[in-house]
């Protein structure tokens, strides 16, 4: 397995400070860990070490007085030894409050700049050097070359939804890469690009303008306004749908005959909580609703019950559905 990104890392810290991380995430927090020398000097000198603890301090009585972070005492340490994760984890959490990692502007790696919306965060707007504009859903991440504009214009979408709002620019046409090969190209206009891991399945909604989709095989369609494409990565099917589209930047979600595992995703990246359930027990259930912008986690379970009687538990950014 590849080092993971800084971005990712960072994110899964917080998870594993709130207590949320899957198995998964688990699994990848380990290898990052056991790649850290063990002799490996943590400060530079004393005035690092002196100015790192101030910010710290700062920053942790900011965070506990929202609530956000638990004592360490009172956290979960899956190995007594490894202290140093608690500290790590509410490093990462207090990245917004005082900008360690500045998770919500640029984040830079080398020859690129990575922009995240963590999750169970709020909906990230962020300008492009061209002035493009750019809104990510919570517990999306993408990046970008630091030559951005410089003989191409190309966003590498990793995970997540982002909307596009693109300046026309003829002679450089805007590039929207997804996992698995899929690539949106317009020269100006303004889309939505989703690729979620969980679903194998890319979808591009367009709002204004034209857009070409296409993956290795070829073009896979064109796309007008108010049209969408859906393509699944593992049939390589593709289906078309019409029809004005909701504008999710907004903060509303509007679902039409989603599943289940959809409804899971919001409330793993829009909430921030871990979703427990069985796949084959839910996987006939289809739900038509819309979710506000202010709705909170519980009323939209309760929804989710009044609508196809499902049992849950809500506990400790935990949700268990029975």
């Given at each position: 397995?590849?080092?993971?990104?800084?971005?990712?890392?960072?994110?899964?810290?917080?998870?594993?400070?709130?207590?949320?991380?899957?198995?998964?995430?688990?699994?990848?927090?380990?290898?990052?860990?056991?790649?850290?020398?063990?002799?490996?000097?943590?400060?530079?000198?004393?005035?690092?070490?002196?100015?790192?603890?101030?910010?710290?301090?700062?920053?942790?009585?900011?965070?506990?007085?929202?609530?956000?972070?638990?004592?360490?005492?009172?956290?979960?340490?899956?190995?007594?030894?490894?202290?140093?994760w608690q500290a790590a984890a509410v490093a990462a959490v207090l990245v917004v409050a005082f900008s360690i990692y500045n998770i919500y502007g640029h984040k830079k790696e080398p020859g690129y700049v990575i922009v995240s919306a963590p999750a169970g965060k709020s909906i990230v707007k962020q300008a492009l050097p061209d002035h493009s504009a750019i809104w990510l859903e919570p517990g999306t991440t993408l990046r970008y070359r630091n030559d951005y504009g410089n003989g191409g214009r190309v966003i590498e979408l990793a995970e997540g939804m982002a909307y596009f709002a693109v300046q026309k620019n003829?002679?450089?046409?805007?590039?929207?890469?997804?996992?698995?090969?899929?690539?949106?190209?317009?020269?100006?206009?303004?889309?939505?690009?989703?690729?979620?891991?969980?679903?194998?399945?890319?979808?591009?909604?367009?709002?204004?303008?034209?857009?070409?989709?296409?993956?290795?095989?070829?073009?896979?369609?064109?796309?007008?306004?108010?049209?969408?494409?859906?393509?699944?990565?593992?049939?390589?099917?593709?289906?078309?749908?019409?029809?004005?589209?909701?504008?999710?930047?907004?903060?509303?979600?509007?679902?039409?005959?989603?599943?289940?595992?959809?409804?899971?995703?919001?409330?793993?990246?829009?909430?921030?909580?871990?979703?427990?359930?069985?796949?084959?027990?839910?996987?006939?259930?289809?739900?038509?609703?819309?979710?506000?912008?202010?709705?909170?986690?519980?009323?939209?379970?309760?929804?989710?019950?009044?609508?196809?009687?499902?049992?849950?538990?809500?506990?400790?950014?935990?949700?268990?559905?029975?």
């Amino acid at each position: 397995m590849n080092k993971p990104e800084q971005s990712i890392i960072t994110s899964l810290l917080e998870k594993h400070a709130l207590g949320i991380c899957t198995r998964e995430e688990m699994a990848l927090l380990e290898q990052w860990y056991a790649a850290f020398p063990g002799d490996e000097q943590v400060w530079r000198n004393d005035g690092e070490k002196a100015e790192m603890k101030a910010a710290l301090k700062a920053g942790i009585f900011d965070v506990i007085a929202e609530k956000k972070v638990y004592p360490i005492s009172q956290a979960r340490v899956k190995h007594p030894g490894r202290i140093w994760w608690q500290a790590a984890a509410v490093a990462a959490v207090l990245v917004v409050a005082f900008s360690i990692y500045n998770i919500y502007g640029h984040k830079k790696e080398p020859g690129y700049v990575i922009v995240s919306a963590p999750a169970g965060k709020s909906i990230v707007k962020q300008a492009l050097p061209d002035h493009s504009a750019i809104w990510l859903e919570p517990g999306t991440t993408l990046r970008y070359r630091n030559d951005y504009g410089n003989g191409g214009r190309v966003i590498e979408l990793a995970e997540g939804m982002a909307y596009f709002a693109v300046q026309k620019n003829a002679s450089q046409p805007f590039l929207v890469k997804t996992p698995g090969g899929v690539q949106t190209k317009v020269l100006g206009t303004e889309f939505t690009v989703k690729a979620y891991a969980q679903s194998k399945e890319v979808q591009v909604m367009v709002s204004s303008g034209i857009v070409e989709v296409s993956d290795s095989t070829g073009v896979l369609g064109i796309l007008k306004a108010d049209q969408q494409l859906s393509y699944g990565q593992e049939a390589h099917s593709t289906k078309r749908t019409e029809g004005k589209l909701e504008d999710w930047r907004t903060g509303d979600i509007v679902l039409k005959n989603a599943s289940f595992a959809e409804i899971a995703r919001i409330l793993e990246k829009r909430y921030g909580l871990h979703v427990v359930f069985n796949t084959a027990s839910v996987a006939s259930m289809r739900f038509t609703l819309r979710i506000g912008n202010n709705t909170t986690a519980a009323e939209l379970l309760e929804t989710l019950k009044d609508i196809s009687g499902l049992a849950y538990t809500l506990s400790d950014n935990r949700v268990t559905i029975h």
